[in-house]
């Protein structure tokens, strides 16, 4: 049984571009969330999908927008990329209807903006 | 999410029992105490949740204090491989999986 799978593992981008980040998740799982990580601090949420729609946003501005698909993959869409958007982005999934906060994480896609 | 607060690092011994505590204070009668921890350059993994009775798994136990405001994460026999940063987090009852992080405790087991 796949865990939460996510692509790219790595990815540089330039300032002003656009990036999209891609996730599937658990075998079993519909509702999936992304964080992002900056080095050295823990991970903050940027919002969640369920049923393909936005469920809850974090405080992030609207250049992050994401899409949820019948299949219950994810992408996160960050765009006019800023220096400090390089972070590692992790997806997690879970069950709704379960405990709805154990996740199951991926390894993430660090992304670094020249 | 209630606030938690951690010691920023601490070591252990291989083989002992690495014993990680967590305050939250402002924890509410119906909020879970959540564990995960966080290996070097991978995602966080869930280890264990507790509301107020002690819990455990294969992978570590959870003891809650009586009056909920604290409570201690039991690595019994710590590993090399258990090195990692471990995250102590209070979510709202209506987070719907959404967690705040804060920046936990950089646990080092030594041989």
């Known amino acids: 049984d796949a865990g939460v799978t996510q692509s790219p593992t790595h990815l540089i981008k330039t300032r002003g571009q656009q990036v999209t980040l891609r996730c599937s998740p658990k075998s079993g799982h519909d509702t999936v969330s992304w964080y992002q990580q900056a080095l050295g601090q823990g991970p903050q949420f940027i919002f969640q999908y369920y049923e393909e729609e936005e469920r809850q946003r974090g405080n992030f501005p609207d250049r992050f927008s994401g899409h949820q698909f019948p299949n219950y993959s994810s992408e996160l869409n960050v765009n006019a990329l800023l220096l400090g958007d390089s972070a590692l982005y992790l997806c997690?999934?879970?069950?709704?209807?379960?405990?709805?906060?154990?996740?199951?994480f991926g390894s993430g896609t660090q992304l670094s903006v020249l | 999410d209630a606030k938690t607060t951690q010691p920023t690092s601490m070591d252990c011994a291989e083989g002992r029992a690495a014993n990680l505590p967590c305050n939250h204070s402002?924890?509410?009668?119906?909020?879970?105490v959540y564990w995960y921890r966080q290996i070097h350059s991978q995602g966080p993994q869930y280890i264990i949740h507790?509301?107020?009775n002690n819990e455990t798994n294969e992978m570590a136990s959870l003891i809650i204090t009586e009056d909920r405001k604290s409570s201690t994460l039991i690595l019994p026999h710590a590993t090399l491989r258990d090195t990692a940063v471990y995250y102590c987090i209070v979510p709202a009852t209506d987070s719907w999986g959404k967690l705040q992080f804060g920046a936990g405790t950089q646990v080092v087991v030594t041989p």
């Open positions: 402002t924890i509410s009668g119906n909020e879970y």
């Open positions: 997690a999934s879970s069950s709704t209807g379960q405990v709805n906060e154990k996740l199951f």
């Open positions: 507790g509301l107020k």
